[in-house]
């Protein structure tokens, strides 16, 4: 494998309280009922749309944008500088970087955010492709973002692995046909991960280094 195609939030950064605090407030501005927070937990990954769907009950298509709109002031406004990369996550992909890895990030993400967040975490230098909301119709854990990232890195799947904290993520990657590997760390537990179909499953990102040139095993 030569590729590695990164989730961000709850894979790379802890943004799980900056996401639950913006979606209460966001609930509070629409006067909608307070979603429980394991409730937002269990969302995190999907498309935002989709998430305040599930989260608000909203199915008018112009009020869900209008919420998508908020959520992303609200988020822009309070969120930016108190995310934090997990442990050992700069380390791991200077590493992967320097032994001739090629780097992406698919996220649900908007585009914006993502870069964003990158910067502020002083890794957006690491990355050679990224695939956000608005990059594909279809969205996670659809595999279309990784499919495009295969395309414009002219990578056979077989050369590449997806790794993510939540069930999407393994979805996605497994829909694209690549390897995939969970992390225990971010919002999805080690059976959920399972259960989905992963590869591999690690308590540390640190650990998939030694997984780029070994054959799938959990």
Not at 13 to 25: G, L, Y
Not at 43 to 49: A, D, E, N
Request: aromatic share 6%; proline share 5%; with cysteine.
């Amino acid at each position: 494998m030569d590729t590695v195609i990164f989730d961000f939030d709850g894979t790379l950064a802890d943004t799980r309280e900056s996401i639950i605090t913006t979606m209460t407030e966001t609930m509070r501005v629409l006067g909608r009922p307070e979603a429980d927070a394991d409730v937002m937990t269990a969302l995190i990954g999907l498309p935002l749309k989709e998430g305040i769907r599930r989260a608000a009950g909203i199915e008018d298509e112009k009020a869900l944008d209008d919420a998508v709109a908020l959520y992303r002031k609200i988020y822009q406004d309070m969120a930016p500088h108190s995310i934090k990369l997990y442990p050992g996550v700069k380390e791991t992909l200077e590493n992967l970087v320097a032994n001739g890895y090629r780097l992406a990030v698919a996220t649900s993400r908007g585009k914006e955010s993502l870069k964003q967040m990158l910067e502020v975490t002083g890794i957006a230098h690491l990355f050679t492709v990224l695939k956000a909301d608005e990059d594909v119709i279809n969205k996670k854990p659809a595999p279309d973002m990784v499919r495009d990232i295969l395309y414009e890195l002219d990578c056979w799947p077989a050369e590449a692995m997806m790794v993510g904290d939540t069930t999407f993520d393994i979805m996605m990657g497994k829909g694209a046909g690549v390897r995939s590997c969970g992390v225990t760390y971010g919002n999805h537990n080690r059976f959920q991960l399972i259960e989905a179909g992963a590869d591999y499953v690690v308590d540390s990102i640190t650990e998939i280094i030694p997984l780029m040139s070994t054959p799938p095993r959990l």
